[in-house]
């Protein structure tokens, strides 16, 4: 039992919104300026700058951003080993660099070293930067707002898609109705990498280092095209199909998620019944259970309710799904409790299920994903072939063919830049990729180290989304080296993960300190960086 509370008190954790971004600072003491003047802000050593950027860099006089800038400074600065900024981007479609900095920056911060700054900023639009796009009128709109796996799992029920569409096109009107100031046509990625060119300048500089996971791989490599000759060095980890992004066809990215469950099955048959809550005879009894599971909640959803945990509903066959999908982005800490989860599930309790399933779309998704990416006309027939020309790819692909659901409606199509994501870079770059990643399979990171003549691919030997789902020292040694001295990994390098995925039931929750010989700090930080991007992670699914 106390496992079971440790365990929900992790999926707690990772759902409780961090609203650090918001509360912790008034962005609002400091003017934007054109150069940075930092202030000390949160707890120390952490300190803010507000930045301005033009909205249409083609236009200067069209108004501007005011870019929400946070850095953790170096300790070498003022003496001849100061280097200057390397730019973190933690991911999620207008994911908030700040909050990235604030939650992971001291892991990120020992990786790199003392001589760089690390430097995060909430990119226009979103967060703490304004103005911010929001095209709901009030917090309480937004969240009666569906954006969860009824409104966009196009397998959700049998005729469902057209209401879904219908649902999507009315929000597209809206978003654009409201839009009086005409900022959704300025908050596209190519105007983002152009923000980053101009934080790197107004730190006296001329090119960019960068570390960006998830989207920030999209971020990353759409900067490395527009501007190759601008990089000094440049990691992108957990790697998207580039093209597919920029096509709003995500198929391509959910080749891996099967690999993901496949290791459910078998290392939970592995792990036996006192680590694994879901146990059964062998790998396959364990998918049949599931299978099982599947087909009862689409007869009978399963009520999720406990006065412990904080969200309340029911669970059927597209929020199982989700949970599930879900669950995979963690799987080191989070396949013990979906185990649990779908155990209780089986004795009719949905709650643990109904904690772990998260909503696929949101404002920033459609903004982003829908609005700089080739636009989707398709009417809801042409949305169902869609879905099921993509059936095959993986048991998951509903999901992902949600996201062209959502952008069916959008309508705010500016000339941004959509590739070719490629070019020859003034240095290579280091491109992670995991070996079962559910969302940016490793195909991608090698499909995008092709086009950018010299890159090379580190894989990092474990599950989840980006190498920070698993404590990997030898990955966190590759990045250091890389950033210090510019080397790079041996081609076909793979990298061992430290972590187990059905760990035995301990009453402990926390790990006993180890020394802090360098090996053992290495495994320190990766630990702590791999928890600490779990409770970062989980807010927004891509
Ligand atoms: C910084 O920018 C402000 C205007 O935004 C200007 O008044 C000030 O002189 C600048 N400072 C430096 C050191 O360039
Ligand atoms: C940006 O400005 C240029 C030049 O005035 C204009 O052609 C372009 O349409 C503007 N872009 C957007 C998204 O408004
Ligand atoms: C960088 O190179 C120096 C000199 O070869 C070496 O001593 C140091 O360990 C390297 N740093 C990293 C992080 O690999
Ligand atoms: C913690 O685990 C130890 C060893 O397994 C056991 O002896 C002890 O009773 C447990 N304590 C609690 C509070 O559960
Ligand atoms: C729990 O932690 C204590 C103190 O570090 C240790 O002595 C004990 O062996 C641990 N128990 C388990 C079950 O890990």
């Known amino acids: 039992m106390a496992f079971l509370a440790n365990s929900l008190t992790l999926v707690l954790l990772c759902l409780t919104p961090q609203v650090l971004g918001q509360t912790g600072f008034d962005w609002g003491s400091i003017p934007g300026s054109d150069n940075l003047t930092w202030v000390d802000c949160y707890s120390p050593p952490t300190q803010c700058s507000r930045l301005n950027a033009p909205m249409n860099y083609s236009n200067p006089s069209a108004g501007s951003f005011s870019l929400a800038l946070i850095r953790i400074p170096s300790t070498l ?37 003392p001589e760089f700054d690390l430097v995060g900023f909430d990119p226009r639009g ?97 900067f490395a095209a527009m501007f190759p000759e601008k990089v000094e060095r440049l990691i992108i980890d957990g790697v998207f199909d580039m093209e597919g992004y920029y096509a709003a066809d995500w198929s391509n990215e959910v080749i891996d998620t099967d690999k993901v469950l496949k290791a459910f099955f078998v290392e939970c048959h592995k792990a036996g019944p006192t680590a694994c809550a879901f146990y059964a005879s062998s790998p396959t009894a364990i998918a049949r259970n599931l299978d099982a599971l599947y087909q009862k909640v689409l007869t ?113 199509h500016p000339d941004n830049f959509k590739g070719p994501i490629k070019g020859v870079t003034s240095f290579p770059l280091l491109i992670i990729g995991n070996t079962a990643d559910p969302v940016t399979p490793l195909a991608g990171a090698k499909k995008t180290a092709k086009q950018f003549p010299g890159s090379v691919v580190l894989t990092q030997d474990g599950l989840g989304h980006t190498s920070f789902a698993s404590p990997s020292p030898c990955t966190i040694a590759h990045v250091q080296a890389y950033f210090q001295n510019g080397t790079l990994p041996a081609v076909d390098t793979v990298c061992p993960v430290a972590a187990t995925l059905f760990p035995l039931p301990s009453n402990n929750s926390t790990q006993p300190r180890r020394d802090v010989r360098q090996e053992m700090k290495w495994d320190e930080i990766a630990v702590d960086l791999r928890d600490a991007y779990g409770r970062v992670a989980r807010r927004g699914f891509y």
């Not at 900024?85 to 990120?108: A, D, K, M, T």
């Open 126 to 222: 979103v967060a703490n930067s304004s103005p911010r796009f929001s095209f709901f009128k009030s917090d309480a709109e937004r969240a009666a707002f569906d954006f969860g796996p009824h409104a966009t799992d196009p397998t959700a029920a049998p005729n469902v898609l057209p209401s879904q569409w219908a649902n999507f096109q009315a929000l597209g009107r809206l978003a654009k109705d409201r839009d009086t100031a005409g900022v959704l046509a300025h908050v596209s990625t190519d105007n983002v990498a152009r923000d980053m060119l101009r934080i790197v300048e107004a730190h006296g500089g001329t090119k960019l280092r960068y570390w960006g996971i998830s989207y920030g791989s999209i971020l990353g490599a759409t």
């Open 77 to 113: 600065s003022g003496t001849a080993n100061y280097r200057g900024p390397v730019i973190f981007n933690p991911g999620g479609q207008g994911g908030s660099g700040v909050e990235g900095i604030l939650e992971l920056g001291s892991q990120l911060a020992q990786v790199i070293g």
């Open 300 to 412: 009978q959803p399963v009520p999720a309710y406990s006065p412990d945990l904080p969200k309340y509903g029911f669970v059927d066959h597209p929020t199982l799904k989700n949970a599930v999908m879900a669950a995979f982005y963690q799987p080191y800490s989070t396949f013990s409790t979906l185990a649990q989860g779908l155990a209780a599930l089986r004795d009719g309790d949905g709650s643990i299920i109904y904690q772990l399933s998260f909503p696929q779309g949101s404002e920033a998704v459609l903004a982003i994903a829908c609005g700089y990416a080739a636009k989707v006309t398709d009417d809801a027939a042409k949305l169902q072939k869609y879905t099921k020309s993509i059936e095959k790819v993986s048991s998951f692909s509903s999901i992902v063919a949600g996201i062209r659901v959502l952008c069916s409606g959008w309508q705010v």
